[in-house]
């Protein structure tokens, strides 16, 4: 296949070398820039500074998109919409716009597919297709910008927790993020974007080391290595133990609090046991524990736990000082909830 470079895999300091290469005055790396970043422009027709014949140069050299459309659904809360998209070599991957009071949250995917194999996951399902590259995850977030700026809003937080494990896939999560947090363009803070990673330790190590204002979450799941294990196959290669000094590393360098992540799985880890073993683990990390009850898949048999076993967890993290709250399920009925997103026709 017989592609042209995506323009969105290259940053302002590429668009600058090549635009200066192209014999064009310095300004017009920016204006560009401004256009597909600022003004959400499609191709460069739409970026009215900019000469016509650059234009044409630029959409000869350059593809302006990665992502077709193939379905779009809406939930009937209609707070939550999915969106399908087909990449060039025929991969599908999925991102989910999250319409709650203000805020307009983005959960887009870092790979299609996923390599990691956690039992109770959709795209862990489906096994690894390939990495997205940094544009490709970039224009997930410009595709739903442009439909909320066609009603006057915004995003305001993005979330790397769609198909994908961002930190197997680590320079062009990053990049991608540095993409949209740059000032000249999009401009989203780095506070409004969360990484979410099933634990791998060495990255969460680099991560720390970056002491980005990037948050931070970690899926747990298990409060002990041989449960975890069972539920997520990296437990085998990062135990529990590792994994939390990695996060206590993380905390110790950025004064950034840690998200810990816990679908709730009836009579699976939703016990009282499994709930103070988490909290022992946890004491005197600075951290917060976001739980939901599990969303269904296909290949897994397990069922969400009962809103009295989901309080009672909650519970008791809150006596032993451990920050507990129970996330809403949301887009259930269009399979767009966390750990559903797996592309059938990929
Ligand atoms: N690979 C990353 C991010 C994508 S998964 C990670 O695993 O963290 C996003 C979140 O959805 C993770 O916390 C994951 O554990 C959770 N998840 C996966 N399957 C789920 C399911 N069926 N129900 C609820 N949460 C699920
Ligand atoms: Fe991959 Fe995350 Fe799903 Fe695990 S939960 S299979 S790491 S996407």
């Given at each position: 296949m017989d592609l042209k470079p995506l323009?969105?895999?290259?940053n302002l300091t590429d668009l600058q070398h090549i635009l200066a290469d192209w014999g064009q005055p310095a300004y017009r790396a920016t204006q560009l820039w401004q256009g597909l970043?600022?003004?959400?422009?499609?191709?460069?027709?739409?970026?009215?500074?900019?000469?016509r014949r650059l234009g044409e140069q630029l959409e000869s050299a350059y593809r302006f998109t990665a992502l077709e459309v193939i379905t779009v659904q809406r939930s009937s809360d209609g707070q939550t919409t999915k969106t399908l998209f087909r990449l060039p070599d025929g991969n599908a991957i999925e991102a989910v716009l999250m319409a709650y009071a203000e805020r307009r949250t983005l959960c887009i995917?870092?790979?299609?597919?996923?390599?990691?194999?956690?039992?109770?996951c959709a795209t862990g399902q489906m096994g690894f297709k390939r990495n997205l590259s940094r544009g490709e995850i970039a224009e997930q977030v410009l595709f739903y910008a442009r439909q909320l700026a066609a009603r006057g809003e915004a995003v305001t937080n993005v979330v790397l927790m769609g198909m994908g494990e961002p930190f197997h896939n680590y320079e062009a999560s990053l990049e991608a993020i540095d993409l949209l947090n740059q000032p000249d363009g999009f401009n989203l803070g780095a506070r409004r974007f969360t990484i979410s990673t099933v634990g791998l330790v060495p990255a969460i190590r680099r991560f720390a080391q970056e002491r980005r204002q990037i948050n931070l979450a970690i899926?747990?799941?298990?409060?002990?290595d041989e449960l975890r294990h069972s539920m997520l196959p990296i437990n085998a290669r990062y135990p529990i133990a590792d994994l939390l000094d990695a996060c206590r590393e993380y905390v110790d360098l950025t004064g950034r609090r840690v998200t810990f992540e816990w679908a709730l799985i009836q009579d699976v880890n939703d016990t009282p046991a499994q709930a103070q073993r988490l909290a022992h683990l946890l004491q005197g990390l600075l951290c917060h524990v976001n739980i939901i009850p599990l969303n269904p898949t296909q290949g897994y048999a397990g069922a969400k736990s009962t809103p009295q076993r989901v309080a009672e967890f909650q519970r008791i993290l809150n006596a032993a000082g451990v920050p507990c709250t129970v996330r809403v399920r949301r887009g259930i009925d269009i399979q767009a909830g966390c750990g559903q997103l797996a592309s059938s026709d990929a």
């Amino acid at each position: 296949m017989d592609l042209k470079p995506l323009i969105f895999d290259l940053n302002l300091t590429d668009l600058q070398h090549i635009l200066a290469d192209w014999g064009q005055p310095a300004y017009r790396a920016t204006q560009l820039w401004q256009g597909l970043y600022r003004g959400l422009a499609t191709h460069p027709g739409e970026i009215t500074n900019l000469p016509r014949r650059l234009g044409e140069q630029l959409e000869s050299a350059y593809r302006f998109t990665a992502l077709e459309v193939i379905t779009v659904q809406r939930s009937s809360d209609g707070q939550t919409t999915k969106t399908l998209f087909r990449l060039p070599d025929g991969n599908a991957i999925e991102a989910v716009l999250m319409a709650y009071a203000e805020r307009r949250t983005l959960c887009i995917s870092t790979q299609a597919g996923c390599a990691m194999g956690c039992v109770f996951c959709a795209t862990g399902q489906m096994g690894f297709k390939r990495n997205l590259s940094r544009g490709e995850i970039a224009e997930q977030v410009l595709f739903y910008a442009r439909q909320l700026a066609a009603r006057g809003e915004a995003v305001t937080n993005v979330v790397l927790m769609g198909m994908g494990e961002p930190f197997h896939n680590y320079e062009a999560s990053l990049e991608a993020i540095d993409l949209l947090n740059q000032p000249d363009g999009f401009n989203l803070g780095a506070r409004r974007f969360t990484i979410s990673t099933v634990g791998l330790v060495p990255a969460i190590r680099r991560f720390a080391q970056e002491r980005r204002q990037i948050n931070l979450a970690i899926s747990l799941h298990a409060a002990d290595d041989e449960l975890r294990h069972s539920m997520l196959p990296i437990n085998a290669r990062y135990p529990i133990a590792d994994l939390l000094d990695a996060c206590r590393e993380y905390v110790d360098l950025t004064g950034r609090r840690v998200t810990f992540e816990w679908a709730l799985i009836q009579d699976v880890n939703d016990t009282p046991a499994q709930a103070q073993r988490l909290a022992h683990l946890l004491q005197g990390l600075l951290c917060h524990v976001n739980i939901i009850p599990l969303n269904p898949t296909q290949g897994y048999a397990g069922a969400k736990s009962t809103p009295q076993r989901v309080a009672e967890f909650q519970r008791i993290l809150n006596a032993a000082g451990v920050p507990c709250t129970v996330r809403v399920r949301r887009g259930i009925d269009i399979q767009a909830g966390c750990g559903q997103l797996a592309s059938s026709d990929a």
